[in-house]
């Protein structure tokens, strides 16, 4: 059975001495009571981890769920872990007090949910979608809908969805055809079905509150006439409690490649009650809260996998012996080397090293940006939500891409053993597949990215943070050993924008250089993010281990991986770099017809 033990160490690396969250915290309301607490958080969110959801993962994937007489059962001990979550006061930890919330900063529930993800991604779906329809209550709801369902959410005694797609439209929602007709007492007749609706069903929780697209009778046509509804598995009664039940039903459980342990249900609304969310075909915009806060949970759900996949790999590495170091002997009183000896073996652990400690810096990066936009001054909630707007879709797909990517390094140091079931690593790789896929796929997020963040306002945003990674070059190239970090990256940085013009200037002959040059934009500019966060670990690491430190290891050991992935792996940007300014002729120039030649379909 795989482990799991919480990295404190570096999360308070991390937070401590890369983005002094002391300093961040202080500026925030209610923040000095965030700086007491947050050690606490961390100790006690890292036994949760490991204690009680690691034990579950494999319990979760070998059992599944099932469906029974429309009641879906999850696997054994996921019921008693939610109450443990609850019990814990966990749902509650970054909500408005105005509902029930301690109003704790955003970022502490983000550093947990990193946790959860290592620990057990499947378990960790049932409270991570109640969090986004939180949020869109929180933002759009009325106060009658705030008072009856979120503060239910906030304590978890109720769990949330998202229902977005149906089987015909996938990422296109303006396809969707769920109805809701109005009624004469404010509320709306919902019928539909719903596709890949996680957490749909399950036993966990008194109630399950569903944010659900549809659309009015007299709706525009296309994206501009889907609305947000609230409907209710048990619509609550006169005390506020979970009563008579909806017409809501589980249809289907979907056989899944992975996270066996969430039920992934097919929802069928026939005739459900339910309640407007937001104003008349705006609904997009209102779910877009929701769906904005799932996104930044799949990518920490990418790094989370990396994070456990390397802690695993890295353990066997160094008790497993195969054959001698090229070099001679290392361990001559054994039979062989341990594989760590490897130069391979190294290049597999240091990449998902890397790609989880500079996974985690953006992350908690962004995690700042999700506070100052939630409790920030004005001016603070403007700029950082421009900065959020843009960094939100590469946290999505970069880190589940090389999610992917780190994962199957882990199984490979396994060799053999990690296509066995029983080692646990084969699991983490099919449960890091799906990430890729929902809250849109890496090809919808480069399209976010390139096309709206980046193109629409004629790259100002992205202006504003090459700019910062600008200075901070320019700062920093002078201090010694930083030249090997800062010399690169201020190309890259500059390189970005002139990038960034070429396509821009191409797109406006033709609009599908755009799709053509996305996915490789985004990549490219996952690394550079990556390479910034790395060049600033580096600079601290070799700070201290100038002063003298008596975590010296620690140290040598950041630096070390700093210097890795500026050799080894930033420069994959020179590949994507070429991909996309190839230009969408080598996509488009064969006729579509051709593509089959050579065989029948």
Not at 263 to 272: E, H, I, K, R
Not at 295 to 303: E, S
Not at 341 to 351: E, G, Q, S, Y
Not at 395 to 406: P, R, S
Request: include cysteine; hydrophobic fraction near 40%.
């Amino acid at each position: 059975m795989p482990t799991y033990k919480a990295p404190l160490r570096d999360i308070r690396f991390v937070m401590n001495e890369l983005l002094n969250f002391n300093g961040h915290y202080a500026a925030l309301p209610n923040g000095e009571e965030a700086i007491e607490v947050v050690d606490a958080i961390l100790e006690e969110g890292a036994k949760f981890a490991e204690n009680v959801l690691t034990p579950l993962n494999q319990v979760g994937d070998q059992q599944g769920c099932t469906l029974k007489d429309g009641k879906v059962i999850t696997p054994e001990g996921f019921k008693e872990a939610y109450q443990q979550y609850v019990d814990g006061g966990w749902p509650s930890m970054t909500q408005n007090p105005e509902h029930g919330g301690q109003g704790l900063p955003h970022s502490l529930g983000l550093t947990l949910n990193e946790m959860i993800c290592s620990s057990n991604l499947a378990w960790g779906m049932y409270p991570g979608l109640s969090h986004g329809a939180m949020s869109a209550l929180e933002h759009h709801g009325t106060e009658e809908l705030k008072q009856t369902y979120l503060t239910k959410l906030v304590e978890g005694r109720w769990t949330g969805t998202m229902c977005l797609t149906e089987p015909h439209c996938g990422t296109d929602l303006g396809l969707i055809k769920t109805k809701a007709l109005p009624q004469e007492d404010g509320s709306f007749k919902v019928t539909g079905t719903k596709i890949f609706i996680s957490a749909g069903e399950h036993e966990l929780s008194e109630n399950i509150v569903h944010l659900v697209l549809a659309k009015l009778p007299d709706a525009p046509e296309g994206s501009k006439g889907i609305s947000l509804f609230v409907i209710p598995k048990f619509m609550p009664d006169a005390q506020g409690e979970a009563g008579e039940r909806n017409a809501v039903s589980c249809g289907s459980l979907e056989h899944k490649m992975g996270i066996h342990g969430n039920s992934t249900c097919v929802m069928n609304f026939d005739n459900a009650t339910g309640f407007m969310v937001g104003q008349p075909n705006k609904g997009l915009a209102a779910m877009f809260t929701m769906m904005n806060a799932a996104r930044i949970g799949v990518g920490i759900q990418g790094q989370g996998l990396i994070e456990v996949s390397f802690q695993n790999a890295l353990a066997y590495a160094r008790d497993r012996l195969q054959m001698r170091a090229l070099s001679g002997a290392k361990a001559p009183e054994k039979a062989a080397d341990p594989i760590i000896v490897h130069p391979d073996v190294r290049r597999m652990l240091l990449t998902q090293k890397a790609f989880s400690e500079g996974g985690r810096a953006l992350i908690l990066y962004t995690a700042q940006l999700v506070d100052l936009v939630e409790a920030g001054s004005d001016e603070q909630k403007k700029e950082a939500d421009e900065i959020l707007g843009l960094l939100t879709p590469i946290v999505k797909a970069f880190l589940t891409e090389v999610g992917f990517e780190a994962t199957n390094e882990g199984l490979q140091v396994f060799g053999g053993h990690g296509f066995i079931q029983e080692w646990g690593m084969e699991q983490f790789v099919r449960d890091a597949r799906i990430t890729r896929l929902y809250e849109g796929t890496t090809g919808i997020q480069a399209l976010d990215l390139l096309g709206r963040k980046v193109l629409m306002n004629q790259g100002e945003t992205l202006r504003k943070f090459t700019k910062q990674i600008h200075k901070y070059c320019q700062a920093a190239e002078a201090k010694e050993g930083m030249g090997q970090f800062t010399q690169p990256l201020a190309e890259l940085n500059k390189e970005w924008g002139e990038l960034t013009m070429k396509i821009g200037m191409s797109a406006m002959q033709n609009r599908d250089e755009v799709g053509a040059a996305s996915v490789d934009y985004l990549m490219y500019a996952g690394y550079v993010l990556l390479g910034y966060f790395w060049a600033q670990m580096a600079e601290i690491a070799q700070q201290k281990l100038a002063e003298g430190t008596n975590e010296a290891a620690f140290y040598q050991a950041k630096l070390d991986t700093a210097v890795f992935y500026f050799k080894r792996l930033l420069p994959r940007t020179k590949t994507h770099a070429a991909a996309m300014t190839a230009g969408v002729d080598s996509l488009a120039r064969m006729d579509a017809d051709a593509f089959g030649l050579g065989f029948e379909i």
